[in-house]
């Protein structure tokens, strides 16, 4: 077990809809992904220092590190700079991540132990989503392609190579499309791909830059996306029409008129949608009105990735942000 660094915070303004829980300084490097656990209670960071912490919200102690080195069938190895992070939706037990190094590796998180390292892509690997009740997970890279695989057997079941730039996040569109995968790419466009015979399905193309964060939501059949051009655009994943843009530099003072939305992820049921940006904040809209519901600052860099989740106890919503200022920051609902 190892300790962490925690960081006293002032109490929340009244009224604020979120208030700052912790402030969690766990590594030596920026932090690019972070995803909450099954039960909510746990979250792995993944940071460019090539290790994963997998931190307890409760106890407030990092309860095991993944790599950087590790011991699996191919012998020793060490993990490179980590991109992302995903728990596996019908393994209990296994946790994937992607790599600067070109691979994409699947630990047992309970044990620490190594299970696969994958070797498909040819250039960094960016992003990575599991199926809600397959063995198939999906990993993005900067070769321009999406592999989808059977993790369980390691094996490469397709290969998406219709991006004519690097891609950065791809994710499965839930159980009412279950053969749906989406992914965005540097080249601006969104594309939904079938991946019984690999065709595109729609190609969503409202952004002018990096399209770099992607999420969906089954409860109100959205897709949302996130872009360096600053924009957040909804997709009704019924006709794949545009429902809503957003441009986040409203939300910003004049010195962050230049915001960038790096990821974005719905709450578990679906009225909140919140973006992580360059400007070092987190923005959380509601999603029945589409009005911005809470400015998270406090980060002192670049917010890439943001994760939810619902108190155990509670059942309040729960919010983790990543950032490249080396610090996760754990927000809460507030009760009024």
Known sequence: MSGVGRTAVEPAE???????????KIHDAPVHSVTMGPNSDMVATASWDA???????????????????????????????????AFA??????????????CVYLWNYQSGELVKRLTGHTDEV?????????????????????????YQEGLTLRTLNQHKKAVYGATFLGQENQYFVATCCFDTMTRIFDMRDKTV?????????DVIGIDYASNKMCLATGSDDGMICLWDARTWKLQRQIN????????????????????????????ACSSGRVL?????NYDLKADLGDHTD???????????????????????????????????
């Open 201 to 209: 399905v729609a190609t969503l193309g409202t952004h002018t830059d």
């Open 89 to 102: 939706k019908t393994n209990p037990d296994i946790l994937g991540c992607t790599s600067c190094d070109k």
């Open 302 to 336: 670049c917010v890439f990735d943001v994760t939810w989740g619902a108190c155990p106890t509670t059942k309040t919503k729960i919010l983790v942000s990543a950032s490249h200022d080396h610090t996760c920051k754990y927000w809460r609902e507030s009760s009024f």
């Open 51 to 85: 290790s994963i912490k997998l931190y307890n919200l409760f106890t407030e102690e990092v309860v095991r590190t993944l790599g950087p080195y590790s011991e699996g069938d191919a012998g020793d190895h060490k993990m490179g700079g980590l991109y992302a992070a």
């Open 248 to 275: 986040t530099k409203l939300a910003q003072s004049a010195e962050d008129s230049e915001n960038e939305v790096k990821r974005v992820a719905f709450s578990p049921d679906g009225t909140c949608l919140a973006a």
């Open 14 to 24: 009244e009224n604020e809809p979120f208030e700052l829980e912790r402030t969690i």
């Open 284 to 288: 959380v809209y509601d999603m029945n």
């Open 126 to 150: 960016n992003g990575i989503d599991f199926h809600s009740s397959q063995q198939v997970m999906c990993t993005a890279s900067d070769d321009c392609k999406v592999i989808i695989w059977d």
